[in-house]
């Protein structure tokens, strides 16, 4: 009906959901029950939600997950983020034009007494680390309330339709994120000691050792002997000329959206930064039918694993390295981007610059931990832990393990009859969250007969699926079982096993059985949404995304319980142990414009502050002053003060300062305000906070 959304999925099931009506701007629309707000918009082809009063500029969303205020909406008469606020039938939803002036608020709400619970453990976040942190306390018997503002648990889990790198038996590797999510949820469920609060969002770790919960809406005080800090982290901003545009966002908000809601809400994607996010977010635009233009990272070479920035060349996504953008072009949303070379020493080479046609930008250019309740914890002299992204960035498979070890340290504290934590598990916790190794060039084996694996993966990274699936137990590691790069000795039975379960896609086979001076050679094949058919010829490319040739498709597999599909292809023989992939989007898909769209706005016209619209121009001027106090540049420019609290723009201010030779001692940082989510001041008093029926 809406063409927006995403009817068919490799990887994701499609479930067909009751309509329901609502009203934007007094237009009705349709939407699907209880999907967020922000989702039935962008479904219905909205993507501007209204325009900062201080400007003019295009709001809409950036990190859908609660921590700015981008999104605000005025939902049945009150100031909501779109993000996190469900739609219910009839709803009348409406534009922030003309604030900062809102509607009148109810002059008789409805009141509740302030309940105060007593727990063992509070358990801020329900996501990787928080979850498997929670199934070690149960084990032992510690009692805790979990809570997540979501309507479920899982975190970021539930947005990962790839397989999971790590190690098989420590956190699931070989299997999907969003399977990953649902296995621990389950367990979690049925544990008596862990009671798990969804829609629940902490506000604040008051002086008095208590912490504001606000639950579907009702005020609660919760009073337990610690906190356990697993809310994950939150994604950073990037200063470039033209970054208000409408259709600049964050790589979680666009999973949230493609991978959890089943919206298209891009056709033409550009993504900055080279991190596994930005490369997997890359990888999941594809799946959904959405042409990827480019990726640009600043760094000589992309800083996420080799195997992910692989599977984006060889399905024909051209990766920048050593790049950065220089401006977006457009009046209101995004209409292109430019980008350039750049030196070693960050600057751009002038003369490098390339524009490229998108109505989307996605920012990936790292993650800061949200670790404000670890440090309002600690001021109010409360015992308080942290795992996962609020205590150190790395992947989902160490959030698990680290959140793992964690409740068991957690419980021996309290004084559970727990073991003592292993030397071993440090030591696998440390290989877990390792940084990728060095790239070395692909080696092939000599074998010209019989069937065999090729692998392409060619970086020390945290994976061992591969060499614990082989029913002849023949790929091995080097050196280290979960860190050590896979290779093959022994006998290849020509399953598949390897292919289908290796979460880089980075294994072949080649079979020579048949057929010596055409071997037909296994890939995998994920994107079901352009099907690749026996008989027909495709584009055949080594590890590096190079064209190999046209191939023939001797055969499709079906999909097999991991849902990867397999393809086999005949290749000459000369040829074969190099394919790797094949190609889905055409290289017009990826051309530049001919003419190169420079902005007229500066490097100082770049905005901070997006809350208050304050500008790189501005804060420059004050540090140049002599100001490092961040508290004094909140006062003077109001930088800080908005909604978001910060989340946004202290990031941003600190990089200036270091710009501008400013050491990190000389730095004052912020005081944080006593509340690090924004909600009615009524609340506190018992008011009711949930949405009107």
Known sequence: MIGNRIRQHPILPVAERSQITFYWNNQPLQAEKGEMIATALFANGIKVFGHHHKDGSALGIFCANGQCAKCTVIANGKPVKSCMT???ENMIVESVEGLPILPEADNEPKMHDIEEIATDVLIIGGGPAGLSAGLQLAKYGISAILVDDKNELGGKLVLQ?????GS????????????????????????????TWTNSTAIYVFHDQKVGILKD??????????????????????????????????????????NRDLVRPTQRLFIIGGGNVGLIAGYHALQAGIEVVGLVEAMPQCGGYKVHADKLQRLGVPIYTSHTIISAGGDEVVKSITIAEITDKFEVIKGTEKSFACDTILIAVGLEPVSEFTQAAERAGLTVFSAGDASEIAEASSAMFNGKILGVKVARFLGADAPEIPQAWYEKATILKSHPGEVLDPVYTDAHEGVMPIVHCRQEIPCNPCST??????????????????????KCVGCGEC???????????????????????????????????????????????????????????????????????????DLARKVAGIRIQDEAVSAPLPEVILSKKLDDDAMVCLCERVTAGEIRKLIRQGITDLNQIKAITRAGMGPCGAKTCDSLIRQLMR????????IIA????????????????????????
């Open 469 to 490: 699936i082989c029913p002849t137990n023949s790929i091995h590691l080097y050196g280290d079982p979960i860190m050590g790069l896979p290779y093959f000795d022994g």
């Open 217 to 258: 809406g009702e005020y609660k005080i919760v009073q337990p002997k610690l906190v356990l800090n697993t809310a994950g982290a939150r994604e950073k901003f990037l200063r470039f000329a033209g970054n208000t545009l409408g259709g600049i966002y964050g790589a979680g908000a666009f999973q949230t959206l493609v």
């Open 659 to 666: 710009q501008e030779g400013i050491s990190a001692d000389k």
């Open 670 to 693: 912020n005081t944080k305000r006593p509340a690090f989510v924004e909600v009615p001041l009524g609340i506190y008093a018992g008011a009711e906070g949930g949405d009107d029926e």
């Open 499 to 573: 292919v289908r379960i290796c979460p880089g896609l980075a294994i072949t086979i080649v079979d020579y059985r048949e057929n010596n001076s055409h071997p037909l050679v296994t890939i995998p094949y994920e994107v079901g949404n352009i099907p690749v058919e026996v008989g027909t010829k495709v584009p055949a490319v080594d590890i590096k995304g190079d064209l190999l040739g046209m191939m023939e498709v001797a055969k499709v597999l079906k999909k097999h319980k991991t849902k990867t599909q397999l393809i086999k292809l005949k290749v000459p023989h």
């Open 161 to 165: 339709t790839h397989k999971f790198f």
């Open 86 to 88: 469900p739609l219910k």
């Open 168 to 195: 098989v038996v420590d956190s699931y590797a070989g299997t999907r994120g969003i399977d990953i999510g649902k296995l621990l949820s389950e367990e979690i469920s049925q544990t008596k000691e862990i009671e």
